[in-house]
């Protein structure tokens, strides 16, 4: 019962100021874009996606993701041997490269050049007493298409391409909803874990443990995710954080269902050529933290 205390205090959200700054960032990109005459005129979605949309954020962990979504126009997945004709599209008549310099375009313009920073996947948008750092990623949508059934996924997903080339897909609507039915399935625990463990992440970074290092935080929520409701709400924090992290420990072994283990989203893999993060490494951090925590 040492760590109680703390995992209860691990487990808040982010104070009402905090909250206060995340919201002021995500009004003030949708007044940049509003802003802008060519972008206000296009059939867009501002999304608000990452730990801020699904409220696993920690203290001075919070900068605020967001996705400027471009509905008109879309990445497309079409079965094999399928192409656009079958299905009635036609090419867009946008470039992302475009759409995204016409996002740069209304950021530099409604917040200064100086406060917006172009990175590989999206602009930093900088922080002031008003509001915390904003990164926004613009996107096009995505859109899965399949032979029977239904003609895409529904909702859609978002795509972009990095400037280095690479496609990334997301599922934002996905994530959000799944987060939401997971946090009322185990009586308002699944944030609160989420939040315990991203912590004590970050407590093992601050203290220099190698197995910490480059841990990303939506693989601490996917792996949490996909603990059985059954590992939450128990008598105390120090007994759902246990459960859950057997969990994540004892599927993380070779043998364990790791390849099969879905993001939030339950659509892409949490673990695969596609991610940053490798079992192995995943595996390591979960092991060194229930040593950290002194768990036998």
């Not at 599209?89 to 490269?97: K, L, Q, R, T, V």
Request: charged share 25%; with cysteine; proline share 4%.
């Amino acid at each position: 019962m040492a760590w109680e205390d703390t995992f209860k205090s691990w487990g808040g959200a982010p104070g009402v100021t905090e909250q206060q700054k995340m919201e002021n960032a995500e009004i003030a990109v949708k007044k940049a874009i509003k802003a802008n005459v060519t972008l206000s005129s296009m059939d867009i979605s501002i999304i608000p996606q990452g730990s801020y949309k699904s409220r696993t954020n920690v203290k001075n962990d919070s900068d605020v993701d967001i996705c400027v979504c471009l509905n008109s126009t879309f990445f497309p997945r079409y079965p094999q041997g399928k192409s656009k004709e079958d299905y009635g599209n036609s090419d867009g008549s946008i470039s992302f490269a475009e759409f995204k310099n016409l996002v740069q375009k209304a950021l530099e313009d409604y917040f200064g050049k100086t406060s917006v920073t172009r990175g590989n996947k999206a602009f930093d948008i900088h922080s002031n007493s008003y509001r915390v750092d904003a990164d926004v990623v613009p996107a096009l949508a995505y859109r899965y298409y399949y032979d029977t059934g239904y003609k895409w996924h529904d909702p859609e997903g978002v795509c972009f391409l990095a400037d280095d080339g690479t496609k990334i897909i997301n599922w934002p609507h996905q994530t959000y909803e799944n987060c939401k039915n997971k946090h009322e399935a185990t009586g308002q625990r699944y944030r609160k874990i989420t939040r315990i463990l991203k912590r004590l992440r970050n407590k093992m970074q601050e203290e220099n443990i190698v197995e910490a290092k480059d841990i990303p935080s939506f693989l601490i929520q996917s792996m949490v995710w996909s603990a059985p409701d059954d590992h939450f709400n128990r008598d105390t924090y120090s007994a759902d954080v246990r459960a859950v992290l057997a969990h994540c420990h004892n599927e993380t072994l070779p043998n364990g269902k790791h390849a099969t283990l879905c993001e939030v989203n339950d659509i892409k893999n949490i673990y695969g050529t596609h991610q940053p993060c490798t079992r192995e490494k995943a595996h390591s951090f979960f092991s060194r933290a229930w040593d950290y925590l002194g768990f036998e």
